[in-house]
């Protein structure tokens, strides 16, 4: 099924060029887990426009979508769900992850991921050559 187009504004262009530079500890050590197809041969994007909206991450070929959240999130619900209501009807599947899932297991988090990308084989998480730097 071919991607559904969508118009970016510049603004949210912007922000997700922002959220890249501004990643969480937990973004950054799942990044660390999903860049360069070191998960799975998978290609993900981080903090990736999707419409008016900006996700986590982002894998087209498995048209899934991961996103990392927080504890603003619990003030947010009805603002992610509309969010996922939106990414569901472009065709994508929207997984959610609690920053302390990734932080008390990036790499179950990251087979998860795999499995739901529809990976059978075994699950390979190249690990990365330099860890993400610790959080400030």
Known sequence: MPEKRHRIRPQTTQRARTLRRAATFPERL?????RAGRLAGLKFRRQHALGP????????????VIEIDGRTHDERQEHDRRRTDYLSGLGLRVIRYSNDDVLDGVDAVAED???????????VVTQPADPPPAPP
């Open 30 to 34: 799942l990044w660390s887990r999903l």
């Open 113 to 123: 991921i795999a499995r739901h990308a529809g990976w059978n084989g075994e699950i």
């Open 53 to 64: 909206f900006v996700a986590d991450f982002y894998c087209a070929e498995a048209r899934l």
